[in-house]
């Protein structure tokens, strides 16, 4: 038995797109000779959909998308979609067969069965059972299926392989039977989805599985043997390997949902935008990448020469464009506001929000994404400018703490590029350059610190908890105090890809009840 995949890459609530994608897929599966084409869970619709769940004119475009599938007389399709059922959204796990669609199971749209089990279906001499990541079975249970084909449905992030993998091979084991696990690939907002595929065999042991980010590869099953084969059984993922891929991925299919072909940054001469920069170049190459250096009074000849460095050794077009005329002229306009007042972080905003417009306008003049430089320890505690720095359509590193930001550029320089951030980027002490001689880590703490703070508060430590673990009281209750009164900051920052358990998005759900008095 051959089975082949389209994983994706998917278009949230784009149907015809993904039924484009989808009929290319299905048709090189027949030339193949395939027996079964399997679309993961809510492929033909992307997932999550959203509003779209009681959209009229989204239902009727699935009808005409099965009208058109169920043309499809050579093989077997195994798919998902929702319907709309009394005033609620479910989803229909069918198998279309020379024509005639047959239901397997109902669902919710988080992947929990509404029936009791999927009917198993046979599929050249072998009985397969579907099983999802929401209804799976909590101990071993009798089964009618020689095979297994289970579904993930949750959103990657880095660690989740490392459950799913845990489960999987336990279910395997206990059943007695070979298992094969899939999800879909593509993006929708802050989420990703990989595109996984293992493979696991009687005992429990991986017989195949393809990397992350990668999908839509056939699978062979061997009776003999009792095991699914693929091309290759590849190695474990590192987390730098992971995080690189999914960014990467993450910035494509942000770029191509909305409609952009080149995006533009800031280029500071900081990690920030240094790492940025690298990903956007891997993602849309240098000829659709633009930087604008933009140097204050208080910008120092290493950060300009750095910048101009990795955006020759890139050849991405650049252009230095100084602030300080601008600078002036707004001092000027507010000079009889501010008699009297005394220089403050007003005058190091006005700085952040000056690159802010000018890289807003360059944005706008030459049709490109405009992408916000920012990193989760900044969101975290409100180090960042509202208007300025956190300018953007999109946010790729908004999920990487500051220490995490350090680690990617080095993995990248080591195995990618060994030129692609210039070493002095990652080896001089990290500062905004808003003032004289400031530097990050003078306004914050050490960031390796400060990160395991704010990570250990993410994960609903109370303070108590946290001092437990050898931080002083003074340093908890500042990072406590900081993540409290930044969250209207963080409420107004641009969407950026899920990395971690529990990021700055749809899992962090807290109510603006300490506001900052600084913008």
């Known amino acids: 038995m051959k089975i082949s995949f389209w994983q994706g890459p998917f278009r949230a609530a784009d149907v015809a797109h993904n039924l484009n994608q989808i009929e290319a897929a299905l048709y090189k599966a027949i030339q193949e000779k395939s027996d079964l084409f399997v679309l993961p869970f809510m492929a033909l619709t992307g997932y999550p959909v959203g509003d779209y769940a009681v959209d009229k004119g989204f239902f009727q475009a699935i009808e005409k998308a099965l009208l058109r599938l169920k043309v499809v007389r050579e093989m077997p399709i195994l798919l998902t979609y929702p319907v709309r059922y009394k005033n609620d959204t479910q989803v229909r796990q069918i198998l279309l067969s020379k024509g005639k669609e047959t239901l397997l199971a109902l669902l919710d749209l988080e992947g929990k069965l509404l029936t009791p089990r999927c009917v198993v279906v046979s599929i050249a001499g072998v009985k397969i059972e579907l099983i999802y990541e929401a209804s799976f079975p909590k101990k071993s249970t009798s089964s009618e299926g020689e095979v297994f084909l289970l579904q993930w449905v949750e959103p990657f992030y880095v660690g989740l392989s490392e459950k799913r993998q845990k489960k999987a091979k336990k279910f395997a084991k206990e059943q007695g039977k070979a298992l094969l696990a899939f999800s879909a690939l593509g993006a929708s907002g802050e989420y990703l989805f990989d595109g996984s595929l293992w493979a696991y065999n009687a005992r429990g042991k991986v017989s195949f599985k393809l990397a992350s980010f990668t999908g839509n590869k056939p699978v062979y099953w061997?009776?003999?043997?009792?095991?699914?084969?693929?091309?290759?059984?590849?190695?474990?993922?590192?987390?730098?390997?992971?995080?690189?891929?999914?960014?990467?991925?993450?910035?494509?299919?942000?770029?191509?949902?909305?409609?952009?072909?080149?995006?533009?940054?800031?280029?500071?001469?900081?990690?920030?935008?240094?790492?940025?920069?690298?990903?956007?170049?891997?993602?849309?190459?240098?000829?659709?990448?633009?930087?604008?250096?933009?140097?204050?009074?208080?910008?120092?000849?290493m950060s300009n020469d750095l910048a101009l460095k990795m955006a020759r050794h890139l050849q991405v077009?650049?252009?230095?464009?100084?602030?300080?005329?601008?600078?002036?002229?707004?001092?000027?306009?507010?000079?009889?506001?501010?008699?009297?007042?005394?220089?403050?972080?007003?005058?190091?905003?006005?700085?952040?929000?000056?690159?802010?417009?000018?890289?807003?306008?360059?944005?706008?003049?030459?049709?490109?994404?405009?992408?916000?430089?920012?990193?989760?320890?900044?969101?975290?505690?409100?180090?960042?400018?509202?208007?300025?720095?956190?300018?953007?359509?999109?946010?790729?590193?908004?999920?990487?703490?500051?220490?995490?930001?350090?680690?990617?550029?080095?993995?990248?320089?080591?195995?990618?590029?060994?030129?692609?951030?210039?070493?002095?980027?990652?080896?001089?002490?990290?500062?905004?350059?808003?003032?004289?001689?400031?530097?990050?880590?003078?306004?914050?703490?050490?960031?390796?610190?400060?990160?395991?703070?704010?990570?250990?508060?993410?994960?609903?430590?109370?303070?108590?908890?946290?001092?437990?673990?050898?931080?002083?009281?003074?340093?908890?209750?500042?990072?406590?105090?900081?993540?409290?009164?930044s969250e209207f900051k963080r409420h107004q920052a641009p969407l950026g890809p899920k990395l971690s358990e529990r990021s700055f998005g749809e899992e962090w759900h807290y109510p603006l009840t300490r506001l900052s008095k600084t913008l």
């Open 222 to 301: 061997d009776k003999k043997k009792a095991i699914f084969k693929g091309a290759a059984i590849e190695g474990k993922e590192k987390i730098n390997s992971l995080r690189y891929k999914a960014l990467v991925f993450s910035l494509r299919a942000f770029a191509d949902a909305v409609g952009f072909s080149k995006v533009c940054l800031g280029l500071s001469g900081g990690i920030d935008s240094a790492l940025v920069l690298a990903l956007a170049y891997e993602a849309f190459g240098g000829k659709n990448c633009e930087v604008l250096l933009l140097p204050s009074r208080y910008t120092s000849d």
């Open 317 to 485: 077009k650049h252009e230095i464009v100084p602030i300080e005329k601008s600078f002036t002229a707004i001092q000027g306009a507010m000079a009889q506001r501010f008699t009297g007042l005394a220089p403050d972080v007003t005058e190091e905003n006005l700085q952040s929000r000056i690159r802010g417009v000018l890289l807003m306008a360059l944005a706008n003049k030459t049709a490109a994404l405009l992408l916000c430089t920012s990193n989760k320890s900044e969101e975290a505690v409100g180090y960042c400018t509202l208007y300025g720095d956190t300018n953007g359509g999109f946010a790729p590193i908004k999920d990487l703490y500051k220490t995490e930001v350090y680690d990617l550029a080095r993995w990248i320089n080591k195995h990618i590029d060994k030129d692609r951030i210039p070493t002095g980027i990652i080896e001089r002490p990290p500062s905004a350059e808003l003032s004289p001689n400031q530097t990050d880590e003078k306004a914050l703490m050490p960031y390796a610190r400060l990160d395991r703070i704010i990570q250990l508060i993410i994960e609903n430590q109370t303070p108590e908890e946290i001092i437990s673990q050898g931080f002083s009281k003074d340093d908890v209750e500042k990072v406590m105090h900081w993540v409290r009164q």
